[in-house]
């Protein structure tokens, strides 16, 4: 495989990924992160990928079908939350709710960049642009928000927890680590099990998710320190 056939792929998978980091820092444009732990987000996340795929491989040893998946998505997720919370997340630039939501949305997107990435060099190397231009469409309308939206709920939760005691904050968090795999493995099923003309239905309720994602994020810029 040469380099233009890498540099083309990564073009495809990551330029999408840092329009979406572009279009969510400017929803916190009045109190911004610091562009370098932006920066850093965005790799741990792409870092992220590179953890998981020998997991994955180790899995689909033991597993098969729906679990396999669902192991999957459970790898996935653990692994983003847990490298994002012993880098960014340990930072003292994460000191408002919101900050949390903004660095696991920018995991997520780095994961995503990385993925998607890997998922283009086949179609890309083989010169088949139709199939390139499908790949980079699907997963940038579909698993890219995904992933966005799969994150998003364990950052709300750490935001929605932000000045509660350390024990609360936990349970919030576990509770929005196992929504996020239930999350991500409902939309990996219902894709394994559709067919094209279903694509579009599955796909809206990730729109939605997203349009649900924005009020929350509001939401949660909004949060005060109680008096």
Known sequence: ???STVLYAAAGGIIPSLIWTWFW????????EPKQMIV??????????AAVIPLEKLTSVFFSGTAMFIAWAAI????KFALAYFTVLAHKANNEPVDALIYMITVALGFTAA?????LLSPVSDNNIIESLITGNFRFLGATLLHVLASSVIGLAMGLAFYKRKSVRFWYITVGLILSI???SAFNLSILSSNNGELFR????VWIGLILLLIAF?????ITKPK
Do not use: Q, Y
């Open 218 to 222: 509001e939401h949660v810029k909004r």
């Open 202 to 205: 599955i796909f809206s309720f």
């Open 182 to 184: 239930i999350l991500h």
């Open 1 to 3: 495989m040469d380099l």
């Open 76 to 79: 996935e997720e653990i692994m």
């Open 25 to 32: 820092i400017k929803e916190d444009a009045k109190h911004p």
């Open 115 to 119: 993925e998607n990435t890997l998922f």
């Open 40 to 49: 850093a987000a965005f790799l741990v996340g792409m870092i992220a990928v």
